[in-house]
């Protein structure tokens, strides 16, 4: 009886034990004193074989690079901030596997580089924080970096169907970052201020879109729009060793104010700060909307009558059908901007239509693109 009580006894012990045990070890896992170091993924988009947007001998993947690398070489620096680089050198590395890299790291921050091109001169620097976009600028920019999934094997399997051509697509895959979602929009602010500020560059804002490599991270994450390559000037001073590395400072200076109010009184900085406004997107407008005329991009003209749905159409949505004559036309896209009939006609080329071409409406009386680019721009 003794002996069974003992033992009774050794066995509750050692329960009592092990489960405090794994109260402890519960406790520091899932306990929030600041981890140390700091880890901050610094990820230099395209590279390899995917160029990025190449404007006037500018390469994307060569300036994305150079100033990841800057950034990363100042952060470096610092003693309790630890750095990774999703690729150092001009090698292509897939969305997924960025992302990946991440999240293995259970890095802190996750800095995607990127710069921006237009057929306009537009200019300015935006950054971006993973939503549903306000407009089709910013969707169009989302459409541009997830393009490259298409240069990676087996990228229906990896991104679970997503069609970077299809906007449906962006609906629905904004859920993934909202626990970040204020967190990321605090450093993409900060950003944005050091670039205005200290750069004197144009600010197009903070902004929210689709982009597939924010989604699958799984910390705060911000991606980097440093300005315009096909803008002449823009181009050139991102070419520019200086403008390299005003860009490169004004990151490093973002993410040390970032660490800093995290481990601070971020609570207390909240307080004194508005939260951050989005990008008011009505200002966004592009300078070339046509007043009274949509363009569209035709694919077919048949005699059959077919369903417009994406089945039908090599996987493009936004697919309208109108009865010409005898004929029925199929029509992609319906826009008053002629840069974003543009990239629709684009779009259509590069999914297997590239015999397609634009047409123009005014009111629903057919004229030439030429007669529409005379009438005057809102
Ligand atoms: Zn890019």
Redesign the pocket.
């Known amino acids: 009886m003794n002996r069974y009580f003992n033992m009774k006894t050794n066995i509750l012990v050692f329960l009592i034990f092990f489960t405090t045990i794994n109260f402890s070890l519960a406790a520091s896992v899932g306990g929030d004193p600041p981890r140390d170091p700091f880890v901050v993924v610094l990820d230099a988009?395209?590279g390899g074989k995917d160029p990025?947007?190449s404007w006037n001998g500018y390469s994307?993947k060569d300036i994305?690079l150079n100033i990841a690398l800057q950034v990363g070489a100042e952060l470096e620096k610092i003693p309790d901030v630890k750095v990774i680089y999703t690729r150092k050198s001009d090698v292509f590395v897939t969305l997924a596997g960025r992302a990946n890299i991440a999240n293995k790291a259970e890095a802190d921050l996750f800095v995607s580089i990127?710069?921006n091109g237009h057929r306009s001169q537009a200019q300015g620097t935006e950054t971006f924080v993973l939503g549903l976009h306000r407009n089709q600028d910013n969707l169009e920019v989302a459409m541009?970096?997830n393009q490259v999934i298409f240069l990676e094997e087996d990228y229906e399997m990896t991104y679970d169907g997503f069609n970077p051509n299809s906007p449906e697509s962006y609906i629905g895959l904004t859920l993934m970052q909202e626990e970040y979602l204020d967190q990321s929009i605090l450093l993409a602010d900060l950003i944005q201020k050091n670039f205005t500020n200290i750069n004197k560059r144009v600010n197009r804002g903070v902004k929210q879109a689709g982009f597939l490599v924010l989604r699958e991270t799984y910390m705060p994450s911000v991606l980097v729009e440093a300005g315009f390559l096909s803008n002449k000037a823009e181009g050139a001073f991102l070419n520019s060793a200086a403008g390299q590395s005003a860009i490169s400072a004004s990151i490093v200076r973002a993410v040390k104010d970032y660490k800093n109010s995290i481990n601070h009184d971020i609570l207390d900085n909240l307080e004194a700060n508005p939260p951050v406004q989005l990008t008011q997107e009505t200002e966004e407008m592009p300078l070339d909307v046509y007043d009274g005329i949509t363009f569209r991009v035709q694919l077919a003209a048949s005699g059959k009558k077919l369903d417009p749905s994406s089945r039908n159409f090599k996987g493009l949505k936004q697919v309208s059908r109108n009865k010409e004559g005898k004929l029925f036309k199929y029509y992609y896209g319906a826009t008053s901007s002629f840069s974003q009939i543009q990239d629709f006609h684009e779009m259509a080329k590069r999914t297997g239509y590239p015999d397609s071409y634009i047409v123009a409406f005014r009111g629903n009386e057919k004229i030439s693109v030429n007669e529409a680019l005379k009438t005057k721009t809102k």
Do not use: D, K
């Open positions: 988009g395209h990025g947007n994307e994305s990127h710069m541009r970096e």
